[in-house]
Every structure is written in C-alpha cells, then in structure tokens.
C-alpha cells in the first residue's frame, strides 16, 4: 500500500512539475580532445589531456545535475573521438542555455603556469593557443569542405575572427569571470579572464566558455592535474561559478525580463530590434463619403490622389523632353545617370572603451588621430586608424599597429560605418 502510495505521489509530482511550463536551465559540458585525439601530454608523468578533460567535466557534471531545475548534457562521457563541429552542435541542437568546453593547455615554455578561462573572439597573443586548439579538426578527412576552407594553421584564417559580434560576449566574459575568480580562491594562479578564436565557441549559439585547467607541460602542475581530489576542487570552484552565473541571470529573468512566453527578452542580450507596429485587426477602416454618396476607403482615395498628382508632374516633363533645345550636347542627351561608388577602406581596431576619448589621446600612442565607432556591448567606444585601400595594405597597416598594439586588428569601413562581420568577409581577400 505504501509502495502504491508513493508512486502515486511521484506521477503527481511529475504533471506538477509539468504544469509549471519551468523550463530547465540545460547545460553542455564539453571534455576536451578524445579517442585518436590526445590533446597536450605531459613531460614527467606522460598525462594525456583528454584523460583529465574527461574526468573534469564528468565530476562537474554530477555537481550540476544536483542543482534545481538543472539538465546537464555531455559531448561524450568516455574516450571518443568526437568531431570538433559536432560539439557546438550538440549544444545547439538541445538549444542549450550554456557550454563549458574543458581544456589543459601546454606551452614550449615549461616554466608556463595558471588558469585561463576564454570567450569567442580574437587575440594575436592567444593565437597560438587557439591554433592549438582547432588543430582537432585536421583529424577529419573531409574537414576542408566541412570547415568551409577555415585552415587552423594560418594565420589570415583568423581575420574572421576579429569581426565577430557575439551577442553572447557579455554573458560568456561574466561567466569566465566568476571561474578565474573561484579557481584564485582555491590558491590557483589565475592568467585571467581571455579571447581567443576557438571554433568550438564560434559555433556555440548560447553563451560559451572554454575553460584551461592548468598547464600540462609544467610537472608541478602536471602532478596537481594527476590526482583526482584536485579535479575535484577545479569542478567545484567551476560549479559554484555555474551557480552564481544561473542565480544572477534567474533573478534577472525574475525582475521583468522575461516576455509572456517565458523567454528572455532581446535588451538582455544587447540586441536591438526595430518594431513595426500593425495596424489592430479590431479597429474599422477609416471611410469617407464619395461624389455619389457611396462610401470609399481612406487609403484608396489617398492613393487616387497621389496617382493624380503624379500624372500632373509628369505631364510638364514630357512636354519639355519633346521640346528640348537642339543645341543640347548629345552627351547630356545620352549619358547614363551616374551611380556612386561607395567609399570602401580598410582599418585597424586598436581600442575599445567603457568611456569615450578624445581623438588624440595620449594612450593611443601613434595612431592619431583616431576614429571613433559607438556599438552596443559593455565596451561600446571601438577607436580605429588608418586608411588603406587594398586588403594587402590593410594587413601591413595592422601588422604595424600590433608593434604597439598586440590585440590591433583589420576592419573594414563602408560609406563611414564599420561593417559587422558578416558584410566585412567579401573584402578579405587579395586583390593581387
């Protein structure tokens, strides 16, 4: 009777969780590398990252699996090779509210130590580590037509990279944030909080974070990474940014952000969209009485009126095009209207800003005077310079900037305006 009495509890607790319409926050968590891809291994005790990825992301995923309202999905759970395209999609697919790709980084450097925690986007310091890292894909036979041509050891390749406008930046830097922070309390060296071209972020629809345990190629650190009580302590400090990161974005869901379906509004994302306002299928048509007595439609008569109008400016044209002056040039006769050109050039992004500066600022050393684009984002002042007309004068010109300035990068400008990613990429390319 008890045992009946409890199923019957649980069935009502089922439909009353299903009642709610409480969508669960789901979570991927990404174990790095796998299968025929071992990613780093160590120098003393030949570790191999795919090893420590894996049972990071396990440890961390049966801590977040306790959380309320939590569903937590893997890219794999034992050692495969999973394709690096078909990660991102996984979490895509289950249309994921967050991903956390697990990494160890290694460095010819073996003195090289410390945590690091990335978001999308590009950084001629971190290149190297990101090349690393898409690396993964020269293990698929067809990974030039899958990849679309995107080559993970050259260089110009990542160009595409300095143009990406993630809508999820601001939620994917706070979330990387709160780890570097848990993982410093824990006693570990934090390298902080970075951007990188990682694909496995790029694809990433939902705020993406990829995640360097620490350095394999350091033995100290190889043997922290070798026993399991540490991993431990890395998924809990991980875990409880999870929570900080979910508590934060829940009360602000709570606080009016949410629309009637339950979804989180555009202005949380920093996204701006242009609302046109219908007509109320409710309202009458607007009717004005005719000669006749009948009555007529407000925009009918309104478009008679315009078409009259206009044959009455078009009549005086005709005429005067009839009666046109013989001595007339044929080339004012003849010649097509001319169509503008747009100014099209190439810049390089040195700065971005929470405030606004002025044009000659001291800061920006040689690159004055400076050219000011707002955008929307926490850093919404970008400062470029430079003028160059060809692609190939544009890489030079960047090449210069990043002597000064290491993060500088190609931009494409139009008609005044800089060109988002998607416009910029049909101007990539050599004009030789």
């Known amino acids: ?70 569903k937590v999905l893997y890219t794999r759970k034992k050692d495969v090779f999973i394709p690096l395209d078909d990660r991102a999609q996984i979490a895509n697919k289950a249309k994921a509210d967050l991903f956390i790709s697990i990494h160890v980084n290694a460095a010819e450097n073996r003195s090289a130590r410390g945590t690091e925690s990335y978001a999308v986007g590009s950084s001629s310091a971190n290149l190297e580590v990101a090349k690393r890292e898409n690396a993964v894909m020269l293990y698929e036979s067809d990974y030039k037509t899958k990849y679309r041509g995107f080559d993970p050891n050259s260089t110009e390749s990542y160009i595409m990279f300095d143009f990406l406008q ?37 694809q990433a629809a939902m705020p993406a974070v990829l995640v360097e345990l620490g350095y394999i190629s350091n033995k100290e650190e190889e043997a922290f990474l070798a026993k399991d009580k540490n991993l431990d302590k890395l998924a809990g400090a991980i875990a409880k940014a999870f929570v900080q990161y979910k508590d934060k974005r829940d009360k602000r869901n709570t606080d009016g952000y949410k629309d009637k379906d339950g979804n989180v509004k555009s202005d949380v994302l920093s996204e701006t969209k242009e609302v046109k306002k219908e007509p109320s299928k409710d309202a009458e048509p607007s009717v004005v009485p005719s000669a006749d007595g009948k009555t007529q439609d407000a925009k009918t008569i309104a478009s008679d009126e315009a078409k009259k109008e206009e044959e009455k400016t078009q009549a005086p044209v005709e005429e005067t095009k009839q009666n046109a002056s013989v001595t007339e040039t044929p080339e004012k006769q003849t010649a097509p209207s001319e169509v503008k050109k747009p100014q099209v050039y190439f810049a390089v ?43 190939e ?40």
Request: hydrophobic residues 40%.
């Open 1 to 70: 009777m008890k045992r009946i009495f409890l199923v019957v509890c649980l069935q009502f607790l089922g439909v009353a969780l299903a009642w709610s319409g409480e969508k669960p926050f789901i979570v991927v968590i990404d174990a790095g590398h796998g299968g025929k891809d071992p990613g780093a291994s160590g120098f003393v005790l030949k570790l191999k990252e795919k090893d420590i990825n894996l049972k990071t992301a396990l440890k961390l995923g049966d801590l977040l699996s306790k959380e309320k309202n939590v």
């Open 166 to 202: 993630s809508k999820y930046m601001e939620q994917s830097v706070s979330f990387a944030s709160r780890i570097e922070d848990n993982f410093t309390k824990l006693g570990r060296s934090s390298r902080g909080v970075k951007q990188a071209g990682f694909w496995v972020l790029k």
């Open 349 to 391: 992004q040195f700065c971005s800003s929470n405030v606004q500066k002025p044009l000659d600022c001291k800061d920006f050393k040689k690159c004055v005077p400076a050219q000011e684009f707002v955008e929307t984002g926490t850093f919404k002042y970008k400062y470029v310079y430079g003028k160059a007309s060809t692609f």
């Open 393 to 432: 004068e544009g890489v030079k010109l960047r090449d210069e900037v990043k002597s000064v300035f290491k993060d500088a990068f190609l931009v494409v400008i139009k008609d005044g305006k800089k060109l988002p990613m998607e416009e910029a990429r049909q101007y990539f390319k050599s004009s030789k």
